[in-house]
């Protein structure tokens, strides 16, 4: 979330750059922050941003 707020929107390749992670955990991730609201997701595929609600 700070990375968000720092940013205003990230990626998937953002969020496992930042925490030395797998594809597959930074979209579990983020997928678990866009279910509780926190962020919202725009696009599709590779063009795919997270804003902060």
Known sequence: M???RQKGEITNDDVQ???K???STAER???ELTDSG???RQGEKK???Y???
Request: avoid cysteine; charge should be negative.
């Open 21 to 23: 992670i797998s594809d």
């Open 29 to 31: 991730y983020l997928e």
């Open 47 to 49: 063009s795919t941003i």
């Open 38 to 40: 926190k962020l919202e």
């Open 51 to 53: 804003r902060i609600k």
């Open 17 to 19: 750059y930042n925490l």
């Open 2 to 4: 700070d990375l968000a």
